[in-house]
């Protein structure tokens, strides 16, 4: 059994994105710069963003902090972006999600200039990755792609199927795997909470993608012997016996499921990682397209 272990596979990435980025100061031009946005105080959210920021420097890049409060208006947020939008030092936008309930998250989404919306998730870039045209591709399929591409994990021709349909995640990644790329060509089904015989469907998978965000939902039962299997779930759950009175799980049940998987993605330190990756390659994208 392999461990498709995120943290090579992004660390190659950020070696990589280094070199690009030192060749492209040495001409006396700015690295990358990338804004994030943050409302309000979430404890998962301050997590993310602090690590999108670390991986930045890590790599070379610039970023920027925008913290606003939880109980900033809509129109507040809307005026922030738009600024970031006029700005030409800013190569990269994200706004860090959950919203505040109050915010509109489709409005926010549609509000970044698509050739900055290094997330992916605005609606054109969304119709240019279903189209197969040149786009940003959401951070974590991105990551997955690149995760597959790392450990050369065979795709073409195999049967795919994809627990969760968000349009995060679950939507892009079906689309991706089914794809005229290097890591497509499968046959893909696409699962979620109304499909029939799940369990049996997911038993059938040669390349298993579980983002539903269930600790534990994928068992050893719903997996065929050898699979690929790659989990996104990341979800707190209280332990009073961890040091910070929660741990991380997946959505999968690694124990069992790692006795019969032939590949397999921890949590922490797979899916994670590479969303952060994607991302990166993302901003850089941006950078060369916008300052071309």
Avoid: W
């Amino acid at each position: 059994m392999m461990v498709l272990d995120g943290k090579i596979a992004a660390q190659a990435v950020k070696n990589q994105l280094q070199e690009q980025t030192a060749a492209i100061t040495a001409q006396g031009k700015p690295s990358p710069h990338l804004a994030a946005i943050l409302v309000g105080n979430n404890g998962a959210s301050e997590t993310y963003v602090a690590s999108k920021v670390k991986n930045c420097a890590e790599t070379g890049f610039r970023s920027t902090l925008l913290r606003l409060p939880q109980d900033c208006s809509e129109t507040e947020l809307l005026a922030k972006i738009q600024e970031l939008n006029q700005d030409p030092d800013i190569d990269g936008i994200l706004v860090q999600l959950p919203l505040p309930a109050h915010i509109a998250e489709n409005k926010v989404i549609e509000a970044i200039d698509p050739r900055k919306d290094v997330d992916g998730f605005h609606p054109s870039n969304v119709g240019r990755l279903v189209q197969g045209l040149p786009t940003f591709i959401p951070a974590t399929p991105y990551g997955i792609l690149l995760l597959l591409d790392h450990f050369q994990v065979p795709t073409k021709g195999k049967h795919a199927v994809v627990i969760g349909r968000s349009n995060i995640v679950g939507r892009p990644m079906s689309i991706l795997l089914s794809s005229a790329i290097a890591q497509g060509n499968c046959t893909v089904t696409l699962c979620h909470s109304h499909t029939q015989n799940l369990k049996a469907l997911a038993a059938e998978a040669d390349i298993l993608v579980a983002a539903l965000g269930r600790p534990g939902y994928v068992t050893a039962d719903m997996v065929k012997p050898g699979a690929v299997v790659i989990d996104v779930g990341i979800t707190r759950v209280e332990d009073a016996t961890a040091a910070k009175g929660f741990r991380i799980k997946g959505d999968v049940d690694y124990a069992q499921v790692s006795a019969i998987a032939g590949a397999i993605t921890p949590v922490p330190g797979g899916v994670g990682l590479m969303t952060i990756a994607g991302l990166l390659k993302n901003t850089l994208q941006a950078y060369l397209q916008n300052r071309g």
